[in-house]
Nanobody, 121 residues
């Protein structure tokens, strides 16, 4: 069974940093595009960042310059380094895998259970 397992969430003060990790199990995702999405209470799930199998990246405007997505195909792990965090970044963050680099939720076939990120002001 394919699983994506996120880790690294937590509580941090505004201006702080966190690094999220996503470790797929059950198969290798080295040829998949990987994405990070987030969902705040009462809001729809939204795109944060994505990385292609070859390392091309794509970010939503609100996190550009603050967040960095990366992947280690040898370790089958994807990371989201989040710096200069703001209270509005508070959400459950989800890792996803799909066949192509995209900001659309519908383009991703596999999803993790999510990890909570809370930024206090």
């Amino acid at each position: 069974q394919v699983q994506l397992v996120e880790s690294g969430g937590g509580l941090v003060q505004a201006g702080g940093s966190l690094r999220l990790s996503c470790a797929p199990s059950g198969r290798t995702f080295s040829t998949y595009a990987m994405g990070w999405f987030r969902q705040a209470p009462g809001k729809e799930r939204e795109f944060v960042a994505a990385i292609s199998w070859s390392g091309g990246t794509y970010y939503t405007d609100s996190v550009k310059g603050r967040f960095t997505i990366s992947r280690d195909n040898a370790e089958n792990t994807v990371y989201l380094q989040m710096n200069s965090l703001k209270p509005e970044d508070t959400a459950v963050y989800y890792c996803a895998a799909g066949g192509r680099l995209s900001y659309r939720v519908s383009q991703y076939d596999y999803w993790g259970q999510g990890t909570q990120v809370t930024v206090s002001s």
